[in-house]
């Protein structure tokens, strides 16, 4: 299909449209800095960050779309992955029905996109999740290019783009007055036919101007990037450092949070706990959990094969770079910088990589 183009007012009506039967949500800035982010920031010297995050909030009738320069901080694993989930009812011993609402996110990048064909592997292959399932199936993603890439971003260095190039219903990149559209997908193309009043073909000059963004901000990452590209394959690298030792320096800011594994959207570590629900009767639930706590290790009697920070830094790195590949044939990082932004010791992901050269 011809790419076509929809108005900003447009757009937004098509979206009002669509909240009438789907929940839809939107990226939305709010102010939450954390308090350790200040304090890290005073203990490096390095002057505070000033805006306000972005997160995800469901269309209201005074709220309107806007597309964002960046991936909005909240990854979008939460729709699918929620970070805790009840799964089972006691005393039934039966599982609960999946169910998840019909609904649409707008503004995903590319990053988000890659990071769910993690999800997809993991929730959907073998073994499968009708949670996960059942909530990839009734999700609509309308994507969105990315013009202004922040500096932790790193999605060409992995071979993706900075715009949404598979894995969408409908995509949007920002032009004078609207947005370019692309269908990617039947249920785009669908939602497309049934709202076709709202769009017009667009011209050789709106397309132009969406390529010219394009190749800016693709531009900009490798521009910022070019010191972290590595000769041989990460896969590679990161099975060459066999020893803790060689981990010593990356881990050595680390302070167990977590944030890094939470905000990352592919990492899908999670543990079941049992919690009582009243009247004699309990509910199993699927929670987040992070490889990088200790816990997490600990096997009957109390023992741990990762008992030091350092072994579980390190296996972080080799699931993403090395088991993932040999499991499924693919990185399990999309580069959306998520986890340097967030970490309060300053570890960048890629830096780490890079020092594996020659080691």
Same mark, same amino acid.
């Given at each position: 299909?011809?790419?076509?183009?929809?108005?900003?007012?447009?757009?937004?009506?098509?979206? /009002?449209?669509?909240?009438?039967?789907?929940?839809?949500?939107?990226?939305?800035?709010?102010?939450?800095?954390?308090?350790?982010?200040?304090?890290?920031?005073?203990?490096?010297?390095?002057?505070? *960050?000033?805006?306000?995050?972005?997160?995800? &909030?469901?269309?209201? $009738?005074?709220?309107?779309?806007?597309?964002?320069?960046?991936? +909005?901080?909240?990854?979008?694993?939460?729709?699918?992955? $929620? *970070?805790?989930?009840? +799964?089972?009812?006691?005393?039934?011993?039966?599982?609960? !029905?999946?169910?998840?609402?019909?609904?649409?996110? +707008? %503004?995903?990048?590319? #990053?988000?996109?890659?990071?769910? @064909?993690?999800?997809? *592997?993991?929730?959907?292959?073998?073994?499968?999740?009708?949670?996960?399932?059942?909530?990839?199936?009734?999700?609509?993603?309308? /994507?969105?290019?990315?013009? !202004? $890439?922040?500096?932790?971003?790193?999605?060409?260095?992995?071979?993706? @783009?900075?715009?949404?190039?598979?894995?969408?219903?409908?995509?949007?990149?920002?032009?004078?007055?609207?947005?370019?559209?692309? +269908?990617?997908?039947?249920?785009?193309?669908?939602?497309?036919?049934?709202?076709?009043?709202?769009?017009?073909?667009?011209?050789?000059?709106?397309?132009?101007?969406?390529?010219?963004?394009?190749?800016?901000?693709?531009?900009?990452?490798?521009?910022?990037?070019?010191?972290? &590209?590595? @000769?041989?394959?990460?896969?590679?690298?990161?099975?060459?450092?066999?020893?803790?030792?060689?981990?010593? !320096?990356?881990?050595?800011?680390?302070?167990?949070?977590? /944030?890094?594994?939470?905000?990352?959207?592919? #990492?899908?570590?999670?543990?079941?706990?049992?919690?009582? /629900?009243?009247?004699?009767?309990?509910?199993?639930?699927?929670?987040?959990?992070?490889?990088?706590?200790?816990?997490?290790?600990?096997?009957? %009697?109390?023992?741990?094969?990762?008992?030091?920070?350092?072994?579980?830094?390190?296996?972080?790195?080799?699931?993403?770079?090395?088991?993932?590949?040999?499991?499924?044939?693919? !990185?399990?990082?999309?580069?959306?910088?998520?986890?340097?932004?967030?970490?309060?010791?300053?570890?960048?992901?890629?830096?780490?990589?890079?020092?594996?050269?020659?080691?």
């Amino acid at each position: 299909m011809d790419l076509q183009f929809i108005a900003a007012a447009n757009l937004n009506s098509l979206l /009002a449209g669509l909240a009438s039967s789907l929940e839809v949500f939107i990226p939305s800035a709010v102010a939450n800095r954390l308090a350790w982010q200040s304090a890290a920031d005073e203990v490096s010297g390095k002057p505070p *960050a000033t805006g306000l995050k972005t997160s995800w &909030q469901r269309l209201a $009738p005074d709220k309107f779309y806007q597309t964002t320069a960046v991936r +909005v901080d909240h990854p979008v694993k939460g729709f699918f992955f $929620p *970070a805790q989930e009840g +799964v089972g009812a006691y005393p039934a011993a039966k599982p609960l !029905e999946p169910g998840a609402p019909k609904r649409a996110i +707008v %503004g995903a990048k590319g #990053c988000d996109l890659a990071a769910l @064909k993690s999800y997809d *592997a993991v929730f959907g292959g073998d073994v499968k999740d009708d949670f996960y399932l059942t909530k990839r199936q009734n999700t609509l993603l309308i /994507a969105a290019d990315c013009p !202004e $890439p922040a500096e932790t971003c790193w999605c060409t260095v992995l071979g993706g @783009k900075p715009w949404p190039h598979e894995g969408f219903d409908l995509a949007l990149a920002a032009v004078e007055g609207g947005y370019v559209v692309e +269908v990617g997908s039947e249920p785009g193309k669908a939602l497309f036919e049934k709202s076709r009043g709202f769009f017009t073909p667009a011209t050789g000059a709106q397309v132009q101007q969406r390529e010219a963004a394009r190749r800016g901000a693709e531009s900009k990452l490798k521009d910022a990037n070019a010191g972290y &590209q590595v @000769k041989e394959s990460r896969q590679k690298l990161v099975k060459r450092q066999d020893r803790a030792g060689q981990w010593a !320096e990356g881990v050595s800011t680390c302070v167990e949070c977590g /944030a890094c594994l939470f905000a990352c959207p592919t #990492c899908h570590c999670f543990l079941l706990h049992d919690y009582p /629900a009243g009247q004699g009767t309990a509910t199993r639930a699927k929670a987040w959990d992070a490889c990088i706590y200790g816990g997490y290790h600990l096997m009957a %009697g109390g023992g741990s094969p990762r008992a030091d920070l350092v072994k579980r830094f390190r296996n972080r790195w080799l699931h993403k770079f090395d088991y993932f590949v040999d499991s499924f044939g693919l !990185e399990a990082c999309s580069g959306c910088g998520r986890c340097i932004s967030g970490c309060p010791g300053k570890i960048d992901l890629r830096k780490v990589i890079k020092s594996m050269e020659g080691g």
